[in-house]
């Protein structure tokens, strides 16, 4: 209900991002290039080359970052893999650049990389592995489970309850009674 509109957000803000951490680097990039500028002894063409660098560099993270929320919503799913690892990183790089600009250029950036953060992070909550599964798997190809007995690989050469969009094995309808662990057996 609320996802699908997150991710849209999150997809424009990150390519935003993209686009004006790109552009201000550059633009400061030439700043230096045109001034002349150095600090400590360092060539202004090797401060000026490394912050087109970087901007580009950062730009193109956070445009792919962007990219990968842009799938979320197209896609209706949660992001797997490399496009969750991305997406965290981008959290954690929000959560740094928040602190930084809160000293740096005042309380309006920091609000700013809050919220980011707090719109990656209920992109990436919001998506759990239950919502990926059809809702009966067992229609689908045919039934999950042999009859055999419990870790019987069944028609995929799977166990029961594996692979079935349930952490723990199990049926939709609920968690298989556990047992009690055994007594010690020490005096």
């Not at 849209?8 to 680097?25: D, H």
């Not at 599964?133 to 019987?152: I, N, S």
């Amino acid at each position: 209900m609320v996802r699908r509109p997150v991710a849209w957000i999150v997809a424009v803000v990150l390519f935003a991002e993209a686009f004006g951490f790109a552009a201000l680097n550059w633009f400061l990039g030439e700043v230096v290039h045109r001034q002349k500028m150095s600090l400590a002894g360092l060539d202004s063409n090797v401060m000026s080359t490394s912050s087109k660098a970087g901007g580009v560099l950062f730009g193109l993270y956070f445009a792919l970052c962007g990219l990968v929320a842009l799938l979320v919503a197209l896609r209706g799913r949660r992001p797997a893999g490399i496009g969750r690892i991305l997406l965290i990183s981008a959290a954690v790089v929000h959560g740094l650049l928040g602190a930084f600009a809160w000293g740096l250029v005042g309380w309006t950036a920091f609000l700013f990389m809050v919220v980011v953060l707090g719109l990656i992070v209920l992109l990436l909550m919001t998506y759990d592995r239950a919502e990926d599964q059809p809702v009966d798997a067992g229609t689908q190809d045919g039934p999950r489970d042999a009859g055999g007995p419990a870790g019987a690989p069944g028609p995929a050469g799977e166990g029961k309850g594996a692979g079935d969009g349930h952490p723990f094995g199990g049926s939709p309808a609920g968690p298989a009674p556990l047992t009690p662990p055994a007594e010690p057996s020490t005096p």
